[in-house]
């Protein structure tokens, strides 16, 4: 697999609204903040699109999910890498407290504050399964799913593929 020698950045560690663009890569062609629900890109413009621990916060995954198929080029893949609910409530429990201890620990240790991280299991409390988005990818129309999960399904990288040809549903 080759890498684009350029990059787009919408909404990420390289944009912030209060500071607008900070220095970035030097391959880091545009820095765009914007709703991932409409993204400002035409059809098919991507190759690849990364989303690093955003997926939960989207207020309508689904959508934003729509608008990543419309700007990937045929045959271009979605990389994702986020948290999710383990399969077995009683593991979501677990997990859940460990997340929030861990939270707690880091964000004093490298913070001095303990909510800096424990908002990542508030907001995971409603998401979803690997499995589970795994299905809902499918159902989207991309080809290909892939997961890799981690931490007994805790955390989870996806790979899938936008389909060569038209979607169908």
């Known amino acids: 697999?080759?890498?684009?020698t350029e990059w787009t950045s919408v909404g990420s560690v390289w944009q912030l609204p209060e500071q607008g663009c900070r220095p970035a890569p030097t391959n880091l062609r545009q820095c765009v903040s914007a709703d991932a629900a409409a993204l400002p890109f035409a059809s098919t413009s991507f190759d690849a699109v990364f989303i690093g621990y955003g997926l939960r916060n989207f207020p309508r995954l689904s959508t934003a999910?729509?608008?990543v198929y419309r700007v990937l080029k045929p045959g271009g893949v979605l990389v994702s890498l986020d948290f999710f609910l383990p399969e077995r409530s009683w593991l979501q429990r677990l997990y859940l407290a460990y997340l929030y201890g861990q939270g707690a620990f880091w964000g004093v240790v490298l913070h001095?504050?303990?909510r800096v991280y424990t908002y990542i299991p508030d907001s995971l409390r409603?998401?979803?399964s690997a499995k589970s988005f795994s299905r809902l990818l499918d159902k989207m129309g991309f080809a290909?799913?892939?997961a890799r999960t981690f931490l007994l399904?805790?955390?989870s990288v996806h790979w899938a593929w936008r389909r060569d040809r038209s979607r169908t549903t």
């Open 112 to 114: 001095g504050r303990s």
């Open 126 to 128: 409603s998401f979803m």
């Open 153 to 155: 399904g805790g955390i």
């Open 1 to 4: 697999m080759s890498f684009p």
């Open 65 to 67: 999910l729509e608008e």
């Open 144 to 146: 290909e799913v892939t």
